[in-house]
């Protein structure tokens, strides 16, 4: 089908809700490694993953190997069946969990909307309470009770919301919800928390779910200290803490294999999903022996833990073990930082503020950070990103407003990759006005 012709069906065949980047939808044919190839036939440098999904790289040959020869072996059995590719990928989770956590049993699932669901399953079935925490501008899938986790208007689709779920103020030193300076707040964010759990819910809650760096909500970054001060509170009213690694998770932030390890915690439940099989679809949610066992009844996912997505799953660990990918992304994420900002000096009232860990960037555009205007700039945003098109780079938006790009590449990608996106990138905003 030609690119016109796949855009006709998509409107005619998908539902209208169903979101779409760019005012022409970009109608995809192909990709390999850092390329993505229009039906139109042009090329396009990717610098979202897929929404951080497409790990390594499009078509890495390792896993593309493993996904052929697991197909032809064995495509699907569903959980009710142990085999060799969902237990290898367990035992690999298992050792990629700091031995303090005690975390090393696992419940495959096909989401992370899926995963963040067993999680909270697990919370309430241990604790034997319902009462949940959650993050204002967080983000956490499509189902009900997904979608009253969720801390983000724009994608509150449900009018009616699961009751017993609190959202705790966002921990946004750029839009501080307190009208605070960070250090000189003292965590007033974090401490909160226990004014929230005091007034708003029975006292006894069942746990916190938060993301360790906000995805959707726009690559936000919490205090270093945050989640030790947050997690205390949480703990000292008898919750679990939920750390939801959708999108940080696998090396994603640099240094660690998970976004909580910067923080100076320790999770009792951990979600996973995304860049864990390089683009097939498949989630886990990872607990302790003891909580795991707290589930009163048997259960089962049907498409859990599948043969196909996890030997792609354990073909993307191994080539993060081999590449090391924690140590990658810390390097290039200083490269991609350091170019960010570099954008932001010669652009310094339209871009507000560069933040983010490892190869999870972003930008945050605004009306004046010099004015102290800080005033989302939406149509500056809508400009560069149909810019950023044309030039052939695809990179992410997210935050409240949607004036924030979020920048993610495979992580397999090269230091050039990284400068010629950065280079289109500077180019765009030169070429829709920023200043």
């Known amino acids: 089908m030609t690119a016109d012709e796949i855009r006709e069906k998509a409107k005619r065949f998908l539902m209208p809700s169903v979101i779409q980047y760019y005012a022409e939808n970009l109608a995809v044919e192909s990709a390999a490694g850092l390329r ?39 495509s699907h059995l569903s959980t009710l069946y142990p085999n060799e590719p969902i237990v ?27 995963a963040d669901e067993m999680a909270v399953m697990l919370a309430m079935s241990h604790t034997g309470r319902s009462e949940l925490i959650a993050l204002r501008n967080g983000y956490s899938g499509r ?35 307190f009208g605070l300076t960070y250090p000189n707040c003292e965590l007033r964010c974090a401490k909160d928390l226990e004014n929230l759990i005091q007034y708003t819910t029975t006292g006894q809650i069942a746990g916190f779910l938060a993301e360790p760096v906000q995805g959707v909500g726009g690559f936000v970054v919490p205090p270093k200290e945050y ?13 679990v803490f939920i750390a939801d690694e959708v999108q940080t998770g696998f090396g994603r932030t640099g240094e660690h294999w998970w976004g ?103 930008i945050e555009l605004v009306v004046d950070e010099k004015a102290g205007d800080r005033t989302p700039n939406t149509d500056l945003t809508a400009r560069i990103f149909e810019a950023t098109r044309r030039r052939g780079l695809l990179i992410g938006k997210g935050g409240r407003w949607g004036n924030v790009f979020r920048v993610a590449p495979p992580m397999l990608i090269s230091e050039a990759e990284l400068a010629e996106g950065l280079g289109i990138l500077e180019a765009s905003c030169a070429e829709a006005g920023a200043t």
Not at 44 to 59: C, E, K, M, Q, R
Not at 282 to 307: D, K, Q, V, W, Y
């Open 36 to 74: 993505v190839r229009g039906a139109d036939g042009k090329e396009y440098l990717d610098f979202f993953g897929g929404i951080l999904t497409v790990s390594l790289a499009h078509g890495q040959a390792d896993v593309v190997n493993a996904v052929q020869v697991q197909v032809q072996r064995l």
């Open 88 to 114: 290898a990928v367990a035992e690999l989770l298992a050792g990629m969990m700091p031995a303090e956590t005690g975390i090393s049993q696992s419940f495959f699932v096909a989401s992370g909307t899926e």
């Open 143 to 177: 189902s009900a009770l997904a979608q009253s986790l969720m801390g983000h208007a724009n994608w509150r689709v449900l009018p009616q919301q699961i009751a017993g779920i609190k959202h705790a103020a966002q921990p946004d030193c750029y839009r501080c919800p």
């Open 227 to 239: 989640f030790e001060v947050a997690v205390g509170i949480v703990r000292k009213y008898g919750g």
């Open 260 to 362: 909580w390890e910067h923080f100076g915690v320790k999770p009792d439940i951990v979600t996973m999903a995304k860049g864990i099989a390089n683009g097939l679809p498949a989630a886990n949610c990872m607990t302790t022996p003891e909580i795991a066992r707290s589930l009163p009844r048997s259960t089962l996912s049907t498409f859990g833990g599948s043969p196909v997505p996890m030997a792609a799953a354990r073909a993307t660990i191994e080539t993060m073990q081999r590449e090391d990918i924690r140590g990658r992304s810390k390097r290039l994420g200083t490269v991609l930082r350091d170019g960010l900002l570099a954008i932001q000096a010669r652009f310094p009232h339209t871009i507000g503020q560069v933040r983010g860990l490892g190869l999870m960037q972003a």
